[in-house]
């Protein structure tokens, strides 16, 4: 499975590169290289890798519902079992244009999450952390005056601490099992889209800087990065645009009462493979995402994949 999901992306990212007139492909190997440098895990709940955006409408109100599963090795030992952890949220996203260059990306998720332990099945359910996130379109072309069109938008927000934090679950051995962090975190994003015709590309990367919450922890900074090559196909009453491309997170290492916590730094590649239809101002989505390399929490947490359905309203 992993070998076939390494020539997609590799023949993925050869046609993003011949799109933008290069024919010379890129060197893969050297691409994942770049982002091989953390061995644990952060704050996977929020799903940073999830993006902010849809392919069809730049400004919508919606709902998502995005689903993380994991496991888990229950206990410190090589014999360990490996237990099971979901990750639901229903999140309220929305784009919504505020000036003629600037737009307002809000996320309001609700979680409910279960993990098996040894003394059974817990479950935390609840309203995660508020992201307000302003992005300004940093340069635009005119649709009719080049054969390429591109975008390039910039911005930052922050991520308020609404939802609840529990310090019981610093000691498990996935301490990102948590409704939110507890802190407010202040978030920087950049967004890039290129289109020729029916096909584009949209790149997109944030990075989150956690403070230190009401209980001294801090969870680790966050770098997310996504890539998606997409082909808009137009009926006489729907649009499709299929989509294809990577995405990833990287985080720092935790902290608590001012020292670094081992073992909580870590990062994960995905592949991503989807599809959205819309038609007049109404559009649906559906995302999935597989685990292409990962070193979460020194090995002792595993992606399993994740997926995403959206409905969208265009503004």
Not at 139 to 145: E, I, L, P, R
Not at 183 to 198: F, G, M, N, P, T
Request: charged share 15%; with cysteine; aromatic share 12%.
């Amino acid at each position: 499975m992993k070998k076939t999901l390494f020539i997609l992306l590799f023949a993925l990212l050869s046609a993003t590169k011949m799109l933008a007139g290069d024919g010379n492909p890129p060197d893969f190997k050297k691409y994942l290289e770049a982002f091989d440098d953390c061995d644990a895990c952060g704050c996977s709940a929020s799903g940073g890798g999830m993006g902010f955006s849809s392919m069809i409408n730049q400004n919508f109100v919606g709902l998502r519902y995005i689903y993380q599963s994991y496991s888990t090795k229950d206990g410190i030992f090589n014999n360990s079992p490996w237990v099971g952890q979901d990750f639901n949220t229903i999140q309220a996203w929305a784009r919504i244009p505020v000036f003629k260059r600037l737009q307002l990306s809000v996320q309001v998720p609700y979680h409910f999450n279960s993990r098996e332990l040894a003394t059974g099945t817990q479950n935390i359910s609840g309203i995660g952390d508020i992201t307000v996130l302003g992005l300004y379109n940093v340069y635009m072309t005119k649709k009719d005056s080049t054969v390429f069109t591109h975008i390039l938008s910039a911005g930052g927000g922050v991520k308020a601490p609404v939802g609840k934090y529990d310090s019981n679950n610093n000691g498990s051995v996935n301490p990102s099992f948590q409704l939110g962090t507890g802190s407010w975190d202040y978030v920087l994003a950049a967004e890039y889209v290129i289109r020729k015709k029916q096909w584009g590309l949209n790149a997109m990367t944030s990075y989150i800087m956690k403070t230190e919450n009401s209980k001294q922890y801090q969870f680790g900074n966050q770098f997310n990065y996504n890539a998606t090559l997409f082909y808009a196909a137009e009926g006489d009453k729907i649009t499709w645009v299929p989509q294809a491309g990577i995405a990833g997170e990287i985080y720092a290492t935790n902290r608590q009462y001012s020292q670094d916590v081992p073992g909580t730094k870590g990062d994960i590649l995905f592949s991503k493979l989807g599809l959205e239809a819309g038609t007049g101002k109404f559009s649906a989505g559906v995302n999935a995402m597989l685990p292409i390399s990962q070193n979460l929490i020194g090995g002792r947490v595993e992606a399993n994949y994740r997926l995403s359905v959206n409905l969208n309203y265009s503004l």
